[in-house]
Structure formats: C-alpha cells, structure tokens
C-alpha cells in the first residue's frame, strides 16, 4: 500500500530525514513515537509532498514515485491518494461544517454538488456530528473542528489516512472524542499512519509502531514487542520516560 524508500530530507545543510525506509500494508494502522524534532511529522508530510522530499521514492497504492523527479502530476495523483488530518485543523473559517467538508468533494474530486452534500452529510453523521452542519469552527470546540477535519479528510476516500498529531492542539477533556472518532475509523479497515504522543492510544489501536529520533527508525515491532520487550536501550528510555508522563 504505502512503501518509502531511502527518505531523505535536508533543510539547507540541516539532515532532518535519514534513509527512511517503511512499508505499511493495505489496511494496517501503523503509528510513529518519537521525541520532539524526531522527524516524524516531517516524514509524514513528505509522503504527500506537503514537504518536498530531497530524494528516495514514496509509492502509493502502486503509484511509484521518484521524489527528485517527481512531476506535478505525480505530486497531484499521491496527493489524491491520502488524506491528511493535522494537528491545527486547517479548516476555512468561513465556511461551515458542511461546506469544509464539500470543498474537497467538489474541488477535487470534481463531484457535483448535491452528490458532494450526500456524501458529506453521511460522513458528518458518522463522526457525530449532524447537528453541527451550519456551523462555522469558531462556534465549535477544537474536538469538534478536529472530527470536521477527519470527515473532510474520509470524504475523500482516500487509500490511506495520514494523522499528524491530531490531539496536541485539544484540551485534555477534549482528547477522548477525537480518539474515539479515529478508533472507529481504524475499525472500518482503513489504512492509516499516525503521528501521535498518546502512547495508550497507539498501543491499542496500532497493527505496528516504528520508533524515530534524530532522523532515524530506531526501533520498529507490534504494540506488544515494544512496550514490553523494547531491542534498543534508546527505546526503553524513551518509553519509560514517557510512560511516566502519560
């Protein structure tokens, strides 16, 4: 489904992305931990070309792409291939729930209006929402503005969802409705990618998790190989630190 190969990604002389090499499988929910400056919020955004990535190849539900001589239509077809879930929302404030979530539908996949508002509202009624559809996100609470944002992003049907942080910017009480949205999510056999510092959450919801600092997979394993039986000193210190925090 998704396959990176050699990621690298250079800021001027800054190495941010080291030889990344990932493969997730069609359906697998994998989630990436790591330290702040990690690299894995800026991996997450090269696999859609949010960030350009300096060289490797990302292929995508087939789609293979050399990164360095990637065309506009390469970058267009990956990009319509994910759908992306960010940590501040990135919803257009002037238009509503409704509307955020059809843009996309309508801009994108070129879908005609009422077709658009069908498949818009059935998805707004799944991350419970259906009430909210005049709304703009200024009248919603950030756990509200981030289910818009998922919808928007599942409207779209894309082949693999990517989740970069999508709680950091929640108030604490407002964490467990978003995870909630996502686990039902990952309950319909979406594939998905998840940046996240909720260790409980990954641990439940992951098929895998890949461990990052300074640019590089330390470690990689199923939920229960890392947190109970963690290969790499770096990794345990990590866990262990964070586990406390949680």
Same mark, same amino acid.
């Given at each position: ?48 070309f ?50 955020? %979530?059809? *843009? ?5 996949? +070129? /879908?005609?209006? !009422?077709?658009?508002?069908?498949r818009s509202?059935?998805? $707004?009624?799944?991350v419970?929402?259906?009430d909210?559809?005049s ?13 818009v ?9 894309p ?46 919801i ?9 640019? %590089?997979? *330390? ?5 229960? +190989? /890392?947190?109970? !039986? ?8 990590? $866990? ?7």
């Open positions: 489904m998704i396959k990176l190969e050699n990621i690298h990604k250079y800021y001027d002389s800054h190495h941010v992305l080291k030889g990344i090499n990932i493969g997730v499988d069609k359906g697998e929910v994998v989630s990436i931990l790591g330290p702040s400056g990690s690299g894995k919020s800026t991996l997450l955004r090269c696999i859609n949010l960030e350009q990535p300096t060289s490797g190849i990302v292929e995508i539900g087939g789609k293979r792409v050399n990164v360095e001589s990637a065309s506009k239509s390469d970058v267009f077809a990956l990009r319509t291939s994910t759908g992306m879930v960010f940590q501040q929302y990135n919803l257009f404030k002037n238009l509503t729930v409704l509307q955020n %979530v059809m *843009i996309g539908l309508t801009s994108v996949k +070129q /879908l005609k209006k !009422d077709e658009a508002k069908k509202l059935e998805i $707004l009624e799944r419970g929402l259906s909210k559809l709304h703009y996100p200024a009248q919603l609470s950030g756990g509200q503005q981030q289910r944002g998922i919808a928007r992003a599942l409207a779209l049907n082949e693999v969802l990517l989740f970069d942080e999508p709680t950091s910017s929640l108030d604490p009480e407002l964490v467990d409705e978003v995870l909630a949205t996502i686990r039902a999510v990952a309950d319909t056999g979406k594939t998905m990618f998840i940046v996240t510092h909720e260790l409980n959450f990954a641990r439940e992951s098929d895998r998790i890949i461990f990052m600092e300074d640019g %590089v997979i *330390i470690e990689e394993g199923t939920p229960e +190989q /890392l947190f109970t !039986d963690p290969k790499m000193e770096r990794t345990k210190q990590f $866990l262990s630190k964070a586990t406390r925090n949680n």
